[in-house]
């Protein structure tokens, strides 16, 4: 088992609410990604979070939005939600910004369904 | 563009035989690192192993094991003497560097290991 956890564990939401995920780092590492995996696909990219900032982004639309706190756990929101939202939503830690040379530890994910 | 692709969407193998999921890559750059993941239908992102572009010899952990053909852009995982636990869905990734890292998946390879 990795460091990483994340909350909730699955989530029902209705189209054109607002979502908060939320992912607690490994110790010691200050590098957070998100990533959304839609059912049969691979997991896409959104963004990462580095010491407080974000640290670069993927191709999602502005209404996915991210916050990395001191302690470096970090929340991904998403505003305004749309059927197609409906994934499994992963958080790896790492650490060091993207030094993924080594491996990258993921939560267990929260799958969000949006109806 | 950097890209994964994984051709096989389903495999099939006895219990104590070893296997091989495909991946082939696509990458203009020269440094690179290539990973496998193991994600059971719990969700969680198992890192198995990890081969950076400049490493001669083929890694290695334990029951896995990575064909890296850097010729022919493939990075093939081989499980030796498969267990049922080993049924899971297997992804391999590239980390890519585009001004920060970030990891492409492959859209996955679905193994199930029969008694």
């Known amino acids: 088992e990795t460091g990483v956890t994340q909350s909730p564990t699955h989530l029902i939401k209705t189209r054109g609410q607002q979502v908060t995920l939320r992912c607690s780092s490994q110790s010691g590492h200050n590098t957070v990604s998100w990533y959304q995996q839609a059912l049969g696909q691979g997991p896409q990219f959104i963004f990462q979070?580095?010491?407080?900032?974000?640290?670069g982004r993927g191709n999602f639309p502005p209404r996915f939005s991210g916050l990395q706190f001191p302690n470096y756990s970090s929340e991904l929101n998403v505003n305004a939600l749309e059927l197609d939202d409906s994934a499994l939503y992963l958080c790896?830690?790492?650490?060091?910004?993207?030094?993924?040379?080594?491996?990258?530890?993921f939560g267990q994910g929260t799958r969000l369904t949006v109806v | 563009a950097q890209k994964i692709t994984q051709t096989q969407p389903g495999m099939f193998v006895q219990e104590k035989e070893a296997v091989t999921l495909d991946c082939t890559y696509d990458t203009s750059d020269q440094s690179y690192g290539l990973f496998w993941y193991k994600q059971p239908s719990s969700g969680e992102m198992i890192f198995l192993i990890y081969?950076?572009?400049?490493?001669?010899q083929n890694a290695t952990e334990g029951r896995y094991s990575l064909n890296f053909q850097k010729a022919r852009k493939s990075a093939n995982l081989v499980i030796s003497a498969s267990q049922l636990g080993d049924s899971a869905m297997y992804f391999c990734a590239m980390r890519v560097n585009t001004g920060f890292q970030k990891l492409v998946f492959g859209t996955g390879t679905r193994l199930l290991v029969s008694p």
């Open positions: 790896a830690s790492s650490k060091d910004r993207g030094r993924v040379n080594t491996e990258a530890f």
């Open positions: 979070y580095y010491r407080e900032e974000e640290n």
């Open positions: 081969q950076g572009s400049y490493d001669e």
